[in-house]
C-alpha cells in the first residue's frame, strides 16, 4: 500500500462545476500538506499550503485537511478550461526534509 | 514568492554522451535540492537530496555514478547523467525550499519548471 493514495483520474467536468480533488494517507506523522498544479511538460506550482488540521481559502480554491480521517481535499470552484492539469497532494512530517506524493488526478474542464 | 530555475529546459542528446542540468534558487539560498524524475502520465519520484558542501543522498535503486549531483554553492545544483541511454530520457525536475522563509512560507517547496532529455 502507498503512503500517499490518489485517484489518477482523469476527471472530467464541465466549465463553472466545482471539483473536488482527494488524497488519503497512512501515515500519521504528517503534519504540513500541499496541493500542488502541474501542467503538461511544466514543474509542479504551489496552489495551497495547510499546517496540520483545517480549511484553508485562497479564491476559487479550497483545502482540507482531516487528520483523525488521514484524508485531505482541494475543492475548486467555478471551474475554468484553465484549470485543467494535474493535481498532486504531497505532505511531510515535522521531523522529515521530504515530501511524499501522491500519484495526481488528471482533470480535465471542458467549455 | 520564491523562484527555482532550471535549464536547459529541454536538450536532446546521443546515446553514450553525457548530459549536466542545472538548478539555480533566483532569490533564496538553499541548502538543500531535490531532484525528482517523472515519467509520462507519473507522478514525482524522488532521485536524491542535494546537500550543499557535502555528498548527495540518493534513493534506493538510483545509481549515483549514472547520475552525478553536484551542489557546489547555495543556490546552484548540477544534476548529470552521465553516458546517457534512451531508457534515461524523462522529465527531470528540481526542487528547493527557502528555510528562512523569506521570501515564500518556510515549508514550501517550490519547484522548477523541469528538464526534458531524449537520448536517442
Known amino acids: 500500500q502507498k503512503e500517499v493514495e490518489q485517484d489518477p483520474g482523469p476527471l472530467s467536468v464541465p466549465e463553472g462545476a466545482i471539483v473536488s480533488l482527494n488524497c488519503t494517507y497512512s501515515?500519521?506523522?504528517?503534519?504540513?500538506f500541499m496541493w500542488y498544479r502541474q501542467y503538461s511538460r511544466k514543474g509542479p506550482e504551489l496552489l495551497m499550503y495547510?499546517?496540520?488540521?483545517g480549511n484553508k481559502e485562497d479564491g476559487r480554491f479550497t483545502a482540507q485537511v482531516d487528520k483523525s480521517s488521514k484524508y485531505i481535499s482541494l475543492f475548486i470552484r467555478d471551474s475554468q478550461p484553465s484549470d485543467s492539469a494535474t493535481y498532486l497532494c504531497?505532505?511531510?512530517?515535522?521531523?522529515?526534509?521530504?515530501?511524499?506524493f501522491g500519484g495526481g488526478t488528471r482533470l480535465m474542464v471542458k467549455p | 514568492g520564491a523562484v527555482v530555475s532550471q535549464h536547459p529546459s529541454w536538450v536532446i542528446c546521443k546515446s553514450g554522451t553525457s548530459v549536466k542540468i542545472e538548478c539555480r534558487s533566483l532569490?533564496?539560498?538553499?541548502?538543500?535540492m531535490f531532484w525528482y524524475r517523472q515519467f509520462p502520465k507519473q507522478s514525482l519520484m524522488l532521485m536524491a537530496t542535494?546537500?550543499?558542501?557535502?555528498?548527495?543522498?540518493?534513493e534506493q535503486g538510483v545509481e549515483k555514478d549514472k547520475f552525478l549531483i553536484n551542489h557546489a554553492s547555495l543556490t546552484l545544483s548540477t544534476l548529470t547523467v552521465t553516458s546517457a541511454h534512451p531508457e534515461d530520457s524523462s522529465f527531470y525536475i528540481c526542487?528547493?525550499?527557502?528555510?528562512?522563509?523569506?521570501?515564500?512560507?518556510?515549508?514550501?517547496?517550490?519547484f522548477g519548471a523541469g528538464s526534458r532529455l531524449t537520448v536517442l
Open positions: 542535494s546537500n550543499e558542501g557535502s555528498k548527495a543522498t540518493y
Open positions: 526542487s528547493a525550499r527557502d528555510l528562512t522563509g523569506a521570501v515564500s512560507g518556510a515549508n514550501v517547496l517550490t
Open positions: 532569490d533564496f539560498q538553499a541548502t538543500t
Open positions: 501515515n500519521s506523522a504528517f503534519q504540513y
Open positions: 504531497a505532505m511531510r512530517s515535522n521531523a522529515g526534509n521530504m515530501l511524499t
Open positions: 495547510t499546517y496540520s488540521s
